[in-house]
C-alpha cells in the first residue's frame, strides 16, 4: 500500500510560479513511475508530467518549457516546479504513482489532490 499527499497549491497570478510537491510513503517496491495528474472543472483528468525512477520525464504539450517534474527516489517525494502560470493550469492537481503487477496492468496510487488556481 502507498499513500500520497500532496502540498504546495494555491493562489497565484498569471505569470507566477509554485512549486508541488508529494511525499509518499509504503511500500515502493514495483514503483516505477510517479506523476502528475491535474483536472479542470468539466474536463477530463490528464497527465501533466511523469518521471521514471530512472529519471526519464515525459509533459503534455501544453506544459512544455514551464513545468519541470523532479523526483527524489531516496526521499520518496516527488515535485513539480510550475512557471509562468496561465489561468488554463487553473485545476486540482494529483500526485500519483503506478505499481507494475504485469506487463498489461499495474495499480494506481492517488494522492487527495491540491487545488491550484491561477487568476488573470
Known amino acids: 500500500q502507498v499513500q500520497l499527499v500532496e502540498s504546495g497549491g494555491g493562489l497565484v497570478q498569471a505569470g507566477g510560479s509554485l512549486r508541488l510537491s508529494c511525499a509518499a510513503s509504503?511500500?515502493?517496491?514495483?514503483?516505477?513511475?510517479m506523476g502528475w495528474y491535474r483536472q479542470a472543472p468539466g474536463k477530463q483528468r490528464e497527465l501533466v508530467a511523469s518521471?521514471?525512477?530512472?529519471?526519464?520525464?515525459k509533459y503534455v504539450d501544453s506544459v512544455k518549457g514551464r513545468f519541470t517534474i523532479s523526483r527524489d527516489n531516496a526521499k520518496n517525494t516527488v515535485a513539480l516546479q510550475m512557471d509562468r502560470l496561465k489561468p488554463d493550469d487553473t485545476a486540482v492537481y494529483f500526485c500519483?504513482?503506478?505499481?507494475?503487477?504485469?506487463?498489461?496492468?499495474?495499480?494506481?496510487?492517488w494522492g487527495q489532490g491540491t487545488q491550484v488556481t491561477v487568476s488573470s
Open positions: 509504503g511500500s515502493m517496491d514495483g514503483i516505477n513511475v
Open positions: 518521471i521514471t525512477t530512472e529519471g526519464i520525464t
Open positions: 500519483n504513482a503506478l505499481r507494475t503487477i504485469t506487463s498489461k496492468a499495474g495499480l494506481n496510487y
